[in-house]
């Protein structure tokens, strides 16, 4: 099937577009990022779509961090497919291409271009309930650093010798209104569970996995779903790794080693903290298949940090086959003997 390809270059308040079926590039202008634009994209694609004889269409969007995200949702309405690449992979293709200027207009012919020559898999919608989950996860994070932000001012403060009464009793009136929003976000995250049993027993086998635990598993779990939509479902372990920035990419030619090696860092450094630090607690726990494969790892004469960061990698690897087969994790597959 022929497809018009419709490159999207966003900001906050507005979008520009082109779209391209295969060389040329028809641009689309700019667009405001609200209903109206939205309404104003689909009649200039329905023209194109309709001048070039093409009844698919496949949005390539560069991802912003959220502004896009009302964009893909009226897409998915219009049955036309959507993909983000990665922001840095399109502008080395451009570069590569002999693209040198820089503008909204020159980006969404870029991310066009991109699309007809390297036609990306297309991506799925996260689940209502996922971006519901994750709302509450960022919101709660959110608080989480006010509260040690205000702690930190309320310990000042007990140093400070001429502090005034009213500035301590603020920050105690502080706390005790975050402390509050952090109970009612539980109880909401709680109920949202509540509600979604199948997300409720995913949950539960995800806990299955060692190194992960009450404070990493729902991250994880929105990063797995994430993961999947992202990849169409097509999604494989060694992908994932890749794209939390927990792999190993190769500096070398022929017997020259250009880099030492060390993982990419080119995903989030959040859950590779959350990760790390679920390794850190599951290479500790008695008969875990994680502190068998972390121990023949530092036996093998590998740096301590170094295989913690295996271990992290490795928790990620089990925690997508229990997600994706829909099982709880078999220790007894990983033993001391074979970890």
Known sequence: MNTLFVGVDMSKDSFAAAASRCQT???????????????ALAQAVATEQERQEVEQVHLIVEATGGY??????????????FSLPNPKQVRDW???????NKNDRIDARNLTQFGVQKRPQPQQPVPEVISQLDSLLRRQEDVQKMMREERNRQHALAYHPQAAAA??????????ALEAEMQELAEAIQALLNANPPLRTQARRLRTVPGIGAKNNLPILVLLYRWQAR????????????FVGLDVPEYSSGISVYKRPTISKMGSPEMRSRLYLGALGGVRGKNSPLRFFYQRLVGRGKAKKLALVAASRKILVWA????????????????????
């Open 25 to 39: 590039t028809h641009d689309f202008g700019s667009f405001a990022n609200q209903a109206s634009g939205f309404t």
């Open 231 to 242: 990849t169409n479902g097509q999604g494989t372990a060694k992908g994932l790794t890749a």
């Open 320 to 339: 997508w086959a229990v997600f994706s087969h829909e099982v709880d994790f078999d220790p007894s597959r990983f033993a001391a003997n074979s970890a």
């Open 94 to 100: 451009a570069k590569g291409e002999g693209g040198r």
């Open 68 to 81: 896009e995200l009302r964009l893909l949702s009226f897409a998915h309405e219009q049955g036309w497919l």
């Open 167 to 176: 500035a301590v009793a603020s920050t105690v009136r502080v706390l005790a």
